[in-house]
């Protein structure tokens, strides 16, 4: 599957789906594929959750 190839594109100028892919991994998450019940694609992605941070009153 070329998705996720960076310059691999149909549309002129079209980065998008590699930098999606690369902002969601800066984030310790995942990008996939997945073929849609008749025509088209499903894009899913998964992010690590994040820690609860607590604020001391002023």
Do not use: Q, S, Y
Request: charge should be positive.
């Amino acid at each position: 599957m070329r998705d996720f190839v960076p310059c691999f594109t149909i549309k002129p100028n079209g980065m998008g789906l590699p930098i999606c892919r690369g902002i969601i991994k800066t984030h310790h998450g995942r990008l996939w594929t997945e073929a849609a019940t008749g025509d088209g694609t499903v894009f899913k992605f998964t992010l690590a959750a994040a820690e609860r941070v607590k604020f001391d009153d002023p």
